[in-house]
């Protein structure tokens, strides 16, 4: 395989006129894309692909969010193009405004494996290459991004050599920008890190509280246990602001506290049996409405014939019964 980035990329001197914006939701996507395939695959360098979603007007592009794509059973190199149709569509009916722009990559430099799959059908005039480097050394003087995040944006464009056209990529510079739902949701997941959510730390530092606090139960119930025993001289002051501890405590088992407990639990028990009686007053809606469509007819309909005849049956005698059967 050709590894020559010079033969798929033209040089930096050749510079693209795009103008092109990259959001932090498919950093994070395709960050977290390489890392669960490392994972599963358990390679190093394992084959990530997926579509990049956005918004483009004339040369401004703005890449907003990514989906991951599947390939041919038993090629890397073709991408299954009914999937990509399918995930495509789904995401436009979430995201209307958005629409596909591209793909994304992880190598160390676009080879001529990139411009096979570049060449398929993309769905789109001008696909982009977003490409994650995670062995760049970013503080090289010579990325022309700037950036301090492993990834380089690739242009397509055509190269006359020696008579005869090829595909190659042009490096496009870009700047992250965010929005303010972005920046929230990116604080968010910074302040949770360390491989751990907001959750656990709050549950963490809730679980360390519960156990001091039993551990310092466990000293008191000591020292009574020592001072009833007569191992430690008796503190009248430190008995009494045990008494009043313990006096401040809710008497759990108060009759007016049983009786307010029990009062609440039924309550609930009864939201809980109000809500079950409801879905099941809902299926058998449902159930009613679909044996009318089986057999004909309307439930006003219905209900009225059957009123009728009722009221018909309450006003006869028993012989007229015999009659109008």
Request: glycine fraction near 6%; include cysteine; charge should be negative.
């Amino acid at each position: 395989m050709d590894t020559d980035e010079q033969s798929v990329v033209l040089p930096s001197s050749t510079t693209s006129g795009l103008s092109l914006s990259l959001h932090p939701l498919p950093i994070l996507n395709i960050s977290e894309h390489l890392t669960r395939l490392k994972l599963q695959t358990r390679s190093n360098s394992p084959f990530v692909l997926g579509a990049l979603l956005g918004t483009q007007n004339g040369r401004e592009v703005d890449i907003v969010n990514t989906f991951e794509l599947a390939t041919e059973d038993g090629s890397d190199d073709l991408v299954d193009h009914d999937f990509l149709i399918s995930r495509r569509d789904q995401y436009k009916q979430v995201f209307p405004s958005l629409e596909f722009i591209g793909w994304y990559t992880v190598s160390p430099v676009p080879t001529s494996r990139h411009i096979v799959l570049h060449e398929q059908a993309w769905y789109c005039s001008t696909p982009l290459l977003l490409v994650l480097q995670p062995s760049t050394i970013t503080t090289s003087s010579s990325d022309i991004t700037g950036q301090t995040l492993p990834f380089k944006a690739y242009e397509p464009t055509i190269e006359i050599r020696d008579k005869k056209t090829r595909s190659v990529f042009i490096e496009a510079p870009y700047k992250v920008e965010t929005g303010e739902a972005e920046r929230i949701a990116v604080d968010w997941t910074a302040k949770g890190g360390g491989g751990s959510t907001s959750l656990e730390s709050h549950l963490q530092a809730q679980r360390a509280a519960v156990k001091m606090l039993h551990e310092r139960i466990l000293v008191l119930v000591q020292y009574v246990t020592n001072v009833i025993a007569g191992q430690v001289p008796t503190d009248h002051t430190t008995l009494r602001s045990l008494s009043a501890l313990i006096a401040s405590l809710p008497a759990s088992e108060n009759k007016g506290f049983r009786d307010e407990f029990n009062t609440e639990y039924e309550d609930v028990q009864l939201t809980a049996f109000l809500s079950s009686l409801t879905k099941s007053t809902n299926v058998l809606n449902d159930l009613v409405d679909k044996h009318i469509v089986l057999t004909g007819g309307s439930r006003d309909d219905r209900a009225i014939n059957v009123r009728r005849r009722g009221m018909g049956r309450q006003g006869m005698m028993p012989g007229d019964w015999a009659m109008h059967s």
